[in-house]
């Protein structure tokens, strides 16, 4: 199954292994505030090399998605959605935005995107969102979109998104 949406200010997109994208995007995105909660493998993104590389393995783990300005067509931010293939009811998801596009509501309203697409999928029964303790305002996106804390496990926290 995949999914792709627009909102009022963002598209969402699909990436497939052999899309070419700009690894000067990739390095603007993954700055080091913007993966600071990320692991290991997320850090020090800083040439074509290794964004190239770092966009080969985030394939191999689930489906990627582009995030652009509708105005713009910019690539801003990736979306991460993982169990997708395996017919799991439970998708994990995970996101990342350019520092240059924090506090203008874009997660809150990509986060709400991806919950109105995903009510039209008839085997998506739950989301799941892991956020370091630290990202408040990544937690804060869950939460206004009606994400509720599920578990805490050393330094992140579980959150839930339940379709009825």
Do not use: C
């Not at 969402?12 to 700055?31: C, F, H, N, Q, Y």
């Not at 582009?66 to 395996?86: A, R």
């Amino acid at each position: 199954m995949k999914i792709s949406f627009s909102s009022q200010r963002l598209v969402v997109s699909l990436i497939k292994g052999g899309a070419l994208i700009d690894p000067a995007a990739i390095t603007e995105i993954l700055s080091q505030k913007a993966t600071a909660h990320l692991p290991d493998s997320w850090q020090n993104i800083s040439d074509e090399q290794l964004a190239n590389a770092w966009l080969k393995e985030r394939l191999t783990e689930g489906q990627v998605y582009g995030i652009t300005l509708k105005d713009s067509q910019s690539l801003i931010g990736f979306l991460f959605l993982y169990g997708m293939s395996f017919d799991d009811k439970e998708i994990r998801i995970g996101y990342v935005l350019s520092e240059s596009h924090w506090g203008k509501g874009l997660a809150t309203e990509l986060i709400n995107g991806l919950i109105v697409e995903s009510k039209k999928q008839d085997n998506i029964a739950t989301l799941v969102g892991g956020v370091s303790r630290n990202n408040m305002a990544s937690a804060k996106a869950l939460t206004k979109n009606g994400f509720t804390l599920v578990s805490v496990e050393h330094e992140t926290e579980y959150y839930q998104y339940r379709f009825e």
